[in-house]
């Protein structure tokens, strides 16, 4: 499967943003997929997940209440939207999805096989 993100931007601290993660060359529907991020300067870390069928989320801390991850498996499509940014959310935002119909999806990046080639997110303070 191929994975292409998209929606990055520049938003002021408190705006919003919506990531898009769009598939193609297998059904997205067997898969869970998740979304990390690369600060400046800094290790990649996991920001949201969901199972292949949406029913199931998982968040880091740090994003919990602010941002939400879904799914629209008719379009292929996976979305974070990111609400009440700020600027420590600025990195450079990758989806990546992992062969699996398990309810619950991981945060783990090493166990996501496909990734996207990232997306920059800047929040200006």
């Known amino acids: 499967v191929q994975l292409q993100a998209s929606g990055g931007g520049l938003v002021q601290a408190g705006g919003s943003l919506r990531l898009s993660c769009a598939a193609s060359?297998?059904?997205?529907?067997?898969?869970?997929v998740a979304w990390f991020r690369q600060a400046p300067g800094k290790e990649r870390e996991f920001v949201a997940s969901?199972?292949?069928?949406?029913?199931?989320?998982l968040y880091a801390d740090s994003v919990k209440g602010r941002f939400t991850i879904s799914r629209d498996n008719a379009k292929n499509t996976v979305y974070l939207q990111m609400n009440s940014m700020k600027p420590e959310d600025t990195a450079i935002y990758y989806c990546?999805?992992?062969?699996?119909?398990?309810?619950?999806?991981?945060?783990?990046?090493?166990?996501?096989?496909?990734w996207g080639q990232g997306t920059l997110v800047t929040v200006s303070s």
């Open positions: 990546a999805a992992d062969l699996s119909l398990l309810y619950y999806s991981t945060s783990n990046q090493y166990e996501y096989g496909y």
């Open positions: 060359g297998r059904p997205f529907s067997s898969y869970a």
């Open positions: 969901i199972n292949w069928s949406g029913a199931s989320t």
